[in-house]
């Protein structure tokens, strides 16, 4: 059984930050790529950043230039640092892996933390 846990979701004010971290536990084989996807009230989930597990990286272009994406590889764990938060950032973001296990590969989801950004 693989978990994710998030954290660092909150409140800030337009122009603020925030660091998301999820942390991905269990019998993981091979932990190929990390990402976080958002979703708004009344709007589809939309992917904003993913990294491999060799480190490259890719960004939505409403989050290039203002969000970074890290993964600590030894603690199977990815960060998403949100520099210059704008209201539209407000959404519940979710973290997920791209996992290889014994018995095959799939992807694993977290249960969202809350991103609320004021004007």
């Known amino acids: 059984q693989v978990q994710l846990v998030e954290s660092g979701g909150g409140s800030v004010q337009a122009g603020g930050s925030l660091r998301l971290s999820c942390a991905a536990s269990?019998?993981?084989?091979?932990?190929?790529?990390m990402g976080w996807y958002r979703q708004a009230p009344g709007k589809q989930r939309e992917s904003i950043a993913a990294i491999s597990h060799g480190g490259t990286t890719t960004y939505s272009d409403s989050v290039k230039g203002r969000f970074t994406i890290s993964m600590d590889n030894a603690k199977n764990t990815v960060y998403l640092q949100m520099d210059s938060l704008k209201p539209e950032d407000t959404a519940v973001y979710y973290c997920?892996?791209?996992?290889?296990?014994?018995?095959?590969?799939?992807?694993?989801w977290g249960r969202g933390t809350q991103v609320t950004v004021s004007s």
């Open positions: 997920y892996a791209d996992i290889s296990r014994s018995l095959g590969r799939d992807n694993y």
């Open positions: 269990g019998v993981i084989r091979i932990l190929n790529a």
